[in-house]
Every structure is written in C-alpha cells, then in structure tokens.
C-alpha cells in the first residue's frame, strides 16, 4: 500500500516561492505517476500539475504554466512542486496524489492514493 505525505507549504508573500514536497513509502514510486491538486476554500478541488512515472512528461493547468515547476527523484520517492512567482489566488491546500501506472492526467478520479495536504497561503 502506498502512503502518500506531503510538506512544504507555509505562508509566503506575493511575489515568494514555496517548494512542496511529497513523499511516499510502502512501495517503490518507479511505476507511479504522480499530480498536485488543490482547493482553495468554498471552490472544488483542481489539478495543477501532473508527472509521468520517469519524468519524462508533465503537464500544468493554465493558471500556474510558466510558475511551477514538477520534478521528482524516484530514488527518493519523492516529487516536487516549486512554486514561484506567487499570487494570493494560489491560496490552497495543495494535496499529493499517485496512480499506478507511466502517465495520467489532472483528472483526480484516476488517482487511487492521496495525502492530507499542506497548506499554501499567500497573502502580504
């Protein structure tokens, strides 16, 4: 069973970067493909960044192309999110999830293992 952590958020002034880190263990991560989601409160749960099982591809929402940045270390088990240039309407619990299998996208019903989230302020 995959277990799925994630760290790194915090509050940070508009303009900031914040690095978001997700950590699994229980299996190896080589044959998972990996996203970042968020909700921001009163609004649904949106993906913003997706990764394919050797990080050969990505893929980002609109709204955060050119900002963040996906990467991951499967030595490590662990993926990342770099977030830069930040704006208050990246507000959010950013949430870490994993599918089985080389590449999925942002849609979050094909991800079988999430974590709790870390939350993401940005405000001056």
């Known amino acids: 069973q995959l277990q799925v952590v994630e760290s790194g958020g915090g509050l940070v002034q508009p303009g900031g970067s914040l690095r978001l880190s997700c950590v699994t263990s229980?299996?190896?991560?080589?044959?998972?493909?990996v996203a970042w989601f968020r909700q921001a409160p009163g609004k649904e749960r949106e993906g913003v960044s997706c990764?394919?099982?050797?990080?050969?591809?990505?893929n980002y929402a609109d709204s955060v192309k050119g900002r963040f940045t996906i990467s991951r270390d499967n030595a490590k088990n662990t993926v990342y999110l770099q977030m830069n240039s930040l704006k208050p309407d990246d507000t959010a619990v950013y949430y870490c999830?994993?599918?089985?299998?080389?590449?999925?996208?942002?849609?979050?019903?094909?991800?079988?293992?999430w974590g709790r989230g870390t939350q993401v302020t940005v405000s001056s």
């Open positions: 990764i394919s099982s050797t990080g050969g591809t990505t």
């Open positions: 229980g299996v190896s991560l080589d044959y998972y493909a």
């Open positions: 999830a994993a599918h089985w299998g080389i590449l999925a996208g942002l849609n979050q019903g094909e991800y079988d293992y």
